[in-house]
């Protein structure tokens, strides 16, 4: 033993540690797939910070130098970040009723903000770090869902991130955080891991409203999945827990249960309307810039909402013909509540949501790589328009 040490041959619990040091690292490091979502992430990131600074400078009309650090305080940001500062019972500091927006996104903000970094930055913060982790999760889930396809996953985020609306998952809004729980909830889901799944859309639907659809769809996979466990199902009875308990504590300060659902219809025309009358309405405003007073910008979004309703379509009728029933479930689910406003708005934003659309693409893009090109060729400029129309204060969805 003297002889084999002095030979210098590692002893025994050394080589352990080494190993499991080894082990540790690698756990720890990202994988292959990891890397390169994380790539995409990142350069998407740099990509909207330039927009951010260089978009209110290039479009100021004024004779007051802009502000360009103030890009990302605009629409919902104001609001979610009222919640963040204020709770639900001070009444509308933000102009707006905020019972509207569900807790999980301003609660992680009013967190991070600790950290004396600011409201406006700490909602930044939030969906950087869930852009990141969801990214990484749409990857697994195109993965699992094509497996023929080698490699492709990456390629869901690549689009998912060059999406024309993507600065909507870099600002202080709730996509990104939904979709860090609603993908690996589906992911989940798809593996037959009901428990896991249940817990992910028991947080997704903290974020926003659209959990209650993701609850929904969660239900229709369950039924008409081949890896169904029935000792598993009080498990979906879960997400229901933050979506009651928040709606019994809008009870106690406004009185109302579905005082979130009357703050919407007080605040934006979310009241019910008849699907052919809410696209007669956004027809309307597409083409005559109705709303309000012939704003051409206004008439542009509600053009891009029609495009993005027949891309919807034809999404729930590509997941029909697949027999996708869960997914067709959560599409279907999400059209309805769009379809039944006053007029379709907010729908473009809402396609951030709708993995089986990025997905989709990222399959097209691995088959037929000019698609890919095509794809991007229209995605960038676009996502850029959106981008300076958000960070100059026009709505943008």
């Known amino acids: 033993m003297f ?26 490091r990202p994988s292959a797939l990891g890397r390169e979502v994380l790539g995409w992430w990142l350069v998407s990131r740099v990509a909207l910070f330039v927009l951010s600074v260089s978009a209110p400078l290039l479009f100021n009309r004024g004779t007051d130098y802009p502000n360009v650090w103030r890009a990302w ?59 990141a982790v969801a990214g990484v999760y749409l990857a697994r889930l195109a993965e699992y869902e094509f497996p023929e396809l080698k490699g492709f996953g990456p390629n869901a985020a690549m689009v998912w991130y060059g999406a024309p609306v993507g600065v909507f998952l870099a600002a202080g809004y709730t996509e990104s955080l939904f979709c860090a729980f609603a993908f690996p909830a589906w992911l989940a889901a798809r593996q037959g891991r009901w428990a896991r799944a249940a ?62 659902h009357e703050a919407q219809e007080k605040g934006w025309p979310r009241k019910f309307t008849w699907p052919w009358t809410s696209l007669q309405h956004t027809v309307e405003a597409a083409t005559k810039g109705r709303f309000p007073a012939d704003r051409t910008d206004w008439t542009w979004m509600f053009r891009a909402e ?84 958000f960070f100059t204060g026009r709505w943008s969805g």
């Open 73 to 131: 305080l605009q629409w919902d940001v104001w609001h979610l970040n009222a919640v963040a500062q204020y709770g639900y019972n001070h009444g509308e500091p933000s102009g707006a009723p905020l019972a509207a927006f569900f807790p999980g996104f301003p609660l992680l903000v009013h967190i991070v903000a600790y950290t004396g970094i600011g409201y406006v930055a700490s909602g930044i913060v939030v969906s950087a770090v869930a852009s």
């Open 199 to 260: 817990v992910f859309v028991a947080l997704a639907s903290t974020v926003r409203v659209s959990g209650l659809f993701l609850i929904f769809a969660l239900g229709v996979e369950f039924l008409t999945s081949k890896k169904r466990d029935w000792l598993s199902l009080p498990w979906l009875a879960l997400p229901l827990v933050p979506v009651l308990g928040f709606m019994a504590y809008l009870k106690q300060i406004h009185g109302s249960w579905f005082a979130w």
């Open 3 to 28: 002889e084999r040490a002095a030979a210098g041959e590692a002893r025994p619990g050394r080589a352990r540690r080494a190993r499991a040091d080894g082990v540790w690292w690698q756990r720890w």
């Open 306 to 389: 029609l495009v993005a309703l027949l891309v919807c379509l034809v999404l729930l009728v590509w997941l029909l013909w697949r027999r996708s029933w869960g997914e067709s479930a959560w599409v279907a689910a999400t059209l309805g509540a769009f379809c039944t406003s006053y007029w379709v708005f907010s729908l473009t934003r809402a396609t951030l949501l709708l993995w089986p659309l990025w997905i989709g693409l990222a399959v097209l893009v691995k088959r037929k790589p000019w698609l890919g090109r095509l794809y991007l060729t229209l995605a960038i400029p676009l996502a850029a328009v959106w981008a300076a129309a």
